[in-house]
């Protein structure tokens, strides 16, 4: 089992930023991914960036590429998303997600554990 634990989040204008972070506890032995989907109003879930645990580069959704950057404190089991540029479009609930593996994987139905949500809200 293995659980995740986000904060962060908020309200805030738009051009503005802000940053979440992902606990992971648990079995998070071995190499794993860590990655962030949100969910709109009305919306399905999307993919917006995820890392494995060991090796490789971050992967992001076109849609936020250049404005969000995801990192990761593998000493605190740990991953981040700090979203600059934020706009309307961001408004969303914004879920850490957890799989075992290798590859980033942009399907939300293929991540075995989720955090509860934290709500991000962009004002115009």
């Known amino acids: 089992q293995v659980q995740l634990e986000e904060s962060g989040g908020g309200v805030v204008q738009a051009g503005g930023s802000l940053s979440l972070s992902c606990a992971a506890s648990?079995?998070?032995?071995?190499?794993?991914?860590m990655a962030w989907f949100r969910q709109g109003p009305g919306k399905e879930r999307e993919f917006v960036g995820g890392?494995?645990?060991?090796?490789?580069?971050?992967v992001y959704a076109s849609s936020i590429k250049g404005r969000f950057t995801i990192s990761r404190d593998n000493a605190k089991n740990t991953m981040y998303l700090q979203m600059n540029s934020l706009n309307t479009e961001d408004t969303a609930v914004y879920y850490c997600?957890?799989?075992?593996?290798?590859?980033?994987?942009?399907?939300?139905?293929?991540?075995?554990?989720w955090g509860q949500g934290t709500q991000v809200a962009v004002s115009s």
């Open positions: 648990g079995r998070t032995d071995g190499n794993y991914v």
């Open positions: 890392m494995r645990r060991i090796g490789g580069s971050p």
């Open positions: 997600a957890y799989k075992r593996g290798l590859w980033v994987i942009v399907s939300h139905a293929q991540y075995d554990y």
